[in-house]
């Protein structure tokens, strides 16, 4: 069990917090992403020991039931034997009384064990899922951190094109850029009624002068 606990120590131990902080990390959510992947592939081979570690129990509690049935059945025989007055029997049924008794003594002090043993293990796996829950808790803060900050950058670039990379034209480069464009379409306009008026004159002065 020792082994177990070692090699999945850096899931029970690691601190989350400083493998974020990591200067060389340049991107905290794939990062974290990579150990949740890793995380939950580790509890999960761990849920598996565990369930096995049950099965290796209710085995030996069947094998410590097996034990305990046979020793009676010995303890039977022996009396029987004893009141016929074979010494042989006798003999060989008190020797499976006591094997019997030392297999179901070491049998129950293994399921004792191993019951400690589940205990620990099973307080540890609980561990382990909060730290996999935790650390979902944790990507999904830093996704809403990392769409915050998306949206000040787009925000702020729209706002204050001169702060970004890319210019973009601002609201009041737009506003300069309606105001010049509607100056000029009314210039334009003043031009061709102008020229309008102008042609219309010069019509009614040809047509004075050909009266005349």
């Known amino acids: 069990m020792n082994s177990l606990w070692n090699r999945l120590k850096y899931t029970i131990q690691a601190d989350l917090h400083t493998v974020l902080d990591n ?9 974290l992403n990579q150990y949740i992947r890793e995380a939950e592939k580790q509890t999960s081979s761990v849920g598996k020991l565990l369930e096995r570690q049950i099965k290796l129990k209710e085995e030996l509690q069947k094998e410590l039931a097996e034990a305990d049935a046979m020793a ?25 009384v006591d094997a019997y008794e030392r297999r179901s003594m070491e049998i129950t002090k293994s399921i004792t064990e191993t019951t400690n043993e589940l205990i620990v293990l099973e ?23 990392e769409n915050v900050t998306r949206a000040h950058r787009r925000m702020d670039k729209f706002i204050s094109p001169e702060r970004g990379d890319k210019p973009m034209a601002g609201t009041e480069e737009m506003k300069t850029y309606i105001e010049n464009l509607g100056g000029e379409t009314t210039k334009e306009y003043e031009s061709s009624s102008m020229e309008l008026r102008l042609e219309a004159l010069e019509k009614n002065a040809a047509k004075q002068d050909e009266v005349v």
């Open 23 to 31: 200067k060389e990390n340049k991107n905290p959510i794939a990062m």
């Open 72 to 96: 009676d059945k010995r303890r039977k025989q022996l009396e029987i034997a004893k009141n016929a007055g074979e010494e042989d029997l006798s003999a060989f049924a008190q020797d499976e």
């Open 123 to 145: 307080r540890k796996f609980e561990e382990m899922k909060h730290k996999v829950k935790d650390m979902k808790v944790r990507q999904l803060q830093l996704m809403g951190k």
